[in-house]
């Protein structure tokens, strides 16, 4: 008995080591822009992560909970709205002070998450298995 | 509990302290759902819920931490060396002062849930090498592990392993795109929650094996089975959390099977619950047990609303509402708190306070808090419901409108979390007022006994 429990540890390891080395080397969203762009908008997740964006808002459902979720706000308000509340602020929201490449870098990424597809969930189909078909 | 275990206890007063920090904070934050105005132009939002989520979980990590500690202490006696906890112990002093300047300067950078600047994940990491060397030294002198050891090597191990693992965005490869750095950010927060609980599972088990004197508690095979199901779903259900994110299909399907295997846990209590009873009846006058009691009806009631929410077609319903706050308090508090409680009492216990009968107050505070508990979960639960309905409905109103009709429960959340933090506070002082007037009349009556027979 008492060396069973090692064997089954290690095996559950070694496929918890496979899978998360498949998740790190297989690109899970093909990239599809200019590098520069992805340099851009990656630069754009810092700016978010900096300022803390994510305590009140969402991507996809993740995040806080205060404020809306800012999925596809790229394409529904337009890049002069976001900028225009991200220096006002708005009932919680703060009014925050970017520099210019800050305020680009955002853009791009808030672009970047809003082309990756759509955070309504109401255009999400739901198959016979309980599963969910993304749009 | 003997003085071998002082410097483990050391822990359990940080996070003590750290459980009182993070209600007090908790309890700030919640008071912007019903005031967007309150101290938007000093500390707002934005520091208010880190600080509270980092303290809040700081109370966890450092309570288990401490808890196995001790518990080894316990095991073992004099097995700990004594400067790798002075270093552990400050390392962790370190860290909790960096994050809270980092919060308070607004010096975020840090992911969801770790916001601090990352640099203050450095003694945090080292903090828990030299947790894992103490447990290590000790663990190869027990022979056949229990499932509490099982787990605690387990929690220790995964959590160093997941915690670097959620600094990896800091490499460009990693944030390239969103939708990567998001899955692994995903797969690390699950996982990381799946590495605690093993700790503090592990705990549950140690303390059942001391309450009931069974030392079959922790050998059985069911609970070897369980330990697995548990690590099986450390390792693979976190896709769960990411069934909306427009990543790979496997991971989706993945996080949705294993999810599903919890069905066993939850068949298990069912099939069980006649056998729990007795156990619960022949222990409840012990009032640690009471706590364990109470984690054991959280479980029941948080994993079946984690059943349903790891159903992709419910999840639409759930993700990205009140409901899942409600999974992830009630969880904490409900689980994790309720354990970690039962173990500082149990540890805490001494020559002045055995513990082993409660007082009317900590009695009734103890109902209170389940109660508080309840309502505030529910309060939760139900703003959750309205949202997921909103967020499905053809006919949708605009956010602000959503978020005033929820302004009734939001009240009722924040009422319970005063009640919360109360009763918490009641439990955290009691242990801290206790313990340290014990060892002050110890210490006198010491020196009094010295100078007589001087």
């Known amino acids: ?135 | 509990m003997s003085e071998n275990t002082n410097s483990g206890k050391a822990f359990l007063i940080l996070a003590i302290l750290m459980l009182l920090g993070g209600l007090v904070f908790g309890l700030l934050a919640s008071f912007v759902y019903i005031d967007s105005q309150f101290l938007k132009d000093t500390l707002g939002f934005v520091a208010l819920r880190p600080m509270h989520v980092s303290l809040v979980v700081f109370w966890i990590i450092i309570g288990a931490s401490g808890s196995v500690l001790t518990a080894l202490q316990d095991i073992k006696p004099k097995s700990l060396n004594p400067k790798l906890l002075y270093i552990h112990i400050l390392c962790w002093l370190v860290a909790i002062i960096g994050v809270i300047s980092s919060y308070l300067k607004h010096d975020f950078g840090g992911r969801e849930y770790w916001e601090f600047n990352p640099v203050w994940a450095l003694p945090i990491a080292f903090s828990w090498i030299l947790y894992l060397i103490q447990f290590f030294a000790v663990a190869k002198t027990i022979e056949k592990w229990p499932v509490y050891i099982w787990m605690w090597m387990t929690g220790g191990v995964f959590f160093l392993f997941i915690f670097s693992e959620n600094y990896l965005w800091l490499f460009p490869y990693f944030r390239e795109h969103f939708i990567t750095d998001m899955t692994i950010q995903w797969k690390v927060n699950g996982s990381l929650v799946g590495a605690w609980n093993q700790l503090i599972y592990g705990v549950s088990f140690f303390l059942m094996d001391k309450i009931s004197g069974n030392k079959n508690v922790g050998q059985n095979k069911t609970a070897f089975f369980m330990y697995f199901l548990g690590l099986f779903n450390l390792m693979f259900n976190w896709g769960h959390h990411v069934y909306t994110l427009p990543t790979a299909n496997y991971v989706r399907y993945i996080g949705y099977t294993v999810s599903m295997t919890e069905w066993i846990l939850f068949i298990r209590i069912i099939i069980n619950w006649k056998k729990d009873l007795t156990t619960a009846q022949k222990h409840f006058h012990y009032f640690p047990y009471r706590f364990l009691l109470a984690s054991e009806i959280w479980v029941f009631l948080n994993l079946t609303a984690a059943l349903f929410m790891s159903i992709p077609a419910f999840n639409i319903y759930t993700h990205g509402t009140h409901f899942t706050v409600a999974h992830s308090m009630g969880t904490t508090i409900g689980i994790n708190t309720m354990i970690l409680l039962a173990a500082c009492f149990v540890f805490f216990s001494n020559a002045c306070h055995s513990y082993n009968k409660s007082t009317k107050i900590l009695n009734t505070t103890f109902w209170i808090l389940q109660f508080s508990l309840f309502t505030f979960w529910l309060s939760l639960k139900l703003a959750g419901i309205k949202k997921g309905i909103w967020q499905n409905s053809s006919t949708q109103s605009n956010y602000h409108q959503l978020m005033q009709s929820l302004e009734p429960y939001f009240i009722v959340f924040v009422i319970a979390g005063v009640i919360l933090l109360i009763t918490l506070s009641i439990f955290g002082v009691t242990i801290l007022y206790n313990h340290y007037a014990c060892k002050i009349k110890t210490s006198s009556s010491i020196q009094t006994s010295n100078s007589t027979t001087i």
């Not at chain 1, 918890?16 to 200019?34: F, N």
């Not at chain 1, 806080?64 to 337009?78: A, C, E, F, H, I």
Request: aromatic residues 14%.
């Open chain 1, 1 to 135: 008995m008492s060396f069973k429990p090692l064997y089954i540890f290690i095996a559950l390891c070694i496929s918890y080591l496979l899978y998360t080395a498949y998740i790190y080397t297989m690109p899970i969203y093909k990239v599809q822009k200019g590098k520069q762009e992805n340099t851009k908008a990656g630069n754009g997740k810092l700016v978010w992560q900096k300022f803390n964006c994510q305590s009140c808002h969402q991507l996809y459902g993740l995040g806080g909970y205060l404020g809306p979720d800012l999925t596809n706000v790229y394409s529904n308000k337009g890049e002069n709205v976001i900028k225009a509340m991200v220096a006002s602020g708005i009932k919680a929201m703060p009014a925050f002070t970017l520099s210019d490449a800050e305020q680009n870098n955002l853009i791009e990424f808030l672009k970047q998450v809003d082309a990756s597809g759509s955070g309504d969930y109401r255009n999400y189909r739901v198959t016979s298995f309980g599963m969910i078909e993304l749009p």
